[in-house]
C-alpha cells in the first residue's frame, strides 16, 4: 500500500511568517478544545446532510466507544464518523518521532486509545458499519484553510499496524487537563500525515456509494 497519496508540496516551516511554538503547550485547555470539536461537527454534520440527504446523528456522551457521528439513511446507520479539531502543528514531530516519516505542517493526532477502541468495535462489528475519521486543518501553511482531510478505518488501521509505536507521542499531563478533580486532557496521541488522507469530498464519495445501493442490499 502506497501511503503517498496527492496531496502537494510539503511546506518548509523555515519560510513562515507565523511559525508555531516549537515548544510544548504549558496549557492545554479541555474546554476549548471541546468547543473546537463542537464547531467542526457541526460543519460536516451540515456538510453530509446537504450533500449525502441523510440524517446524522450526534453519539450522547454516555454512549462510550462510538465515533461522534451516526450517518443515518432510511433509517438505518450506513456510517460512522469521528470529527477532529487541529490547528498548532507538532513542530518537534521529526525530532520526538524520528521513524514516523512526518513533518509538522502535514501532521494531525488521534488519541491514540479513541483508535483502538475504534479498531475494536468496527471487527466487532464485523466490519458491518463503516468507520471514518476526518480532521479540520486550520494553519498558515495550509493554502484555503481551514482544510478537510480524512480516510475510513480500515486504512487507518493499515498505517497504524505499519508505523506502531513509531507514531506514538506521550506528553506530560498539565493542571489544565483537569476538570473538576477528573483528568479530562489527551496525553497520548497517534499521528498520521495529511499524505495519507483524502479530502472529505472523495472520502463522502465511499459514503454515497451506501445509500444509492440501499434498497438492494436492505433486502
Known amino acids: 500500500m502506497s501511503l503517498e497519496l496527492s496531496y502537494g508540496p510539503r511546506y518548509n516551516c523555515s519560510v513562515c511568517a507565523t511559525p508555531c511554538d516549537p515548544h510544548s503547550k504549558t496549557a492545554f485547555i479541555f474546554e476549548d478544545d471541546v468547543v473546537a470539536s463542537e464547531n467542526a461537527e457541526k460543519e460536516l454534520s451540515d456538510y453530509l446532510v446537504k450533500i449525502l440527504g441523510v440524517d446524522i446523528i450526534k453519539t450522547p456522551p454516555e454512549v462510550h466507544g462510538l465515533p461522534d457521528l451516526e450517518v443515518n439513511y432510511a433509517g438505518v446507520c450506513i456510517a460512522r464518523v469521528e470529527v477532529k479539531a487541529q490547528g498548532r502543528a507538532f513542530m518537534s514531530v521529526a525530532n520526538k518521532l524520528p521513524k514516523a516519516n512526518l513533518l509538522p505542517y502535514e501532521t494531525v493526532a488521534l488519541n491514540l486509545s479513541d483508535l483502538e477502541r475504534y479498531i475494536k468495535k468496527f471487527h466487532a462489528e464485523e466490519q458491518t458499519i463503516p468507520y471514518y475519521i476526518a480532521w479540520r486543518v486550520t494553519r498558515p501553511c495550509l ?40 483528568h479530562k486532557g489527551v496525553t497520548v496521541n497517534y499521528h498520521f500525515s495529511l499524505r495519507e488522507l483524502l479530502p472529505v469530498a472523495d472520502m463522502v464519495s465511499g459514503m454515497k456509494e451506501l445509500t444509492v445501493p440501499y434498497t438492494t442490499w436492505a433486502k
Open 143 to 182: 493554502r484555503n484553510a481551514p482544510v478537510w482531510r480524512g480516510n475510513d478505518l480500515p486504512t487507518l488501521e493499515r498505517i497504524y499496524r505499519t508505523y506502531r509505536t513509531n507514531r506514538r507521542f506521550t506528553r506530560k499531563s498539565t493542571p489544565s487537563d483537569y476538570v473538576n478533580g477528573e
